[in-house]
């Protein structure tokens, strides 16, 4: 079996999410993670959030790598990986064989990573498929009135543009884009990152 993938970043910063998490999915009863990647927050934030049912997605490539941290790390309330990728594939709105809808939606480093129309697409999508009073946590690092919070930040947005990445989306941007959202939080997190609260209207 291949090593289990494994993310420093997502290691330093589970704690800090978790903190914002059990606050803003306080009443959220299922919960959609676009990007799920390693696997390692959705193992954590499952095991610390029973109150909810956690649902991983992300493309086929990443499924294993996700598999492999649930078996080693189960929870009742953890679901195993689905595909999604914005913009090719439909939209889930519920989750497989589940009654519910999704109430929570949750994302990390996926806005700068995503191009400019996958990462449209998603709060687009977002905007229109998330209840009355449901909950979209963003996290990772954004520009603000279309400056960077840090100089370290602005030298990753022009290598990931090199790359062939969308980079760093501005709030009134991504703002713009879900007007049935209200961005009701923005809290600056470790790592000039920041956590995006948006809720629908």
């Known amino acids: 079996m291949d090593e289990k993938p494994f993310s420093q970043a997502c290691e330093n910063n589970k704690g800090p999410i978790l903190q914002v998490l059990k606050k803003a999915f306080a009443k959220v009863h299922n919960v959609l993670e676009v990007g799920s990647g390693t696997g390692q927050h959705a193992v954590h934030f499952a095991h610390n959030l029973v ?7 992300d493309v086929e490539d ?23 990728k914005l913009a090719r594939d439909e939209w889930v709105s519920f989750p497989p064989n589940g009654s519910q809808p999704f109430d929570g939606i949750y994302t990390a480093n996926t806005a700068h990573i995503m191009l400019k129309h996958e990462i449209k697409a998603l709060m687009q999508l977002v905007a229109s498929h998330l209840p009355k009073d449901g909950v979209f946590c963003q996290y990772g690092p954004f520009t603000v009135d279309g400056k960077f919070t840090s100089e370290s930040n602005q030298e990753f947005h022009e290598k990931l543009l090199e790359n062939g990445r969308g980079g760093y989306r501005d709030l009134d941007e991504l703002a713009a884009w879900a007007p049935q959202l209200t961005l009701s939080e923005q809290l600056d997190m470790p790592a000039n990152n920041m956590m995006l609260i948006w809720r629908a209207k």
């Open 51 to 57: 109150h909810l049912q956690w649902h991983c997605s």
């Open 62 to 84: 990443y499924h294993s790598g996700i598999n492999q941290w649930m078996d080693e790390l189960p929870s009742d309330n953890l679901h195993r990986p689905f595909t999604l």
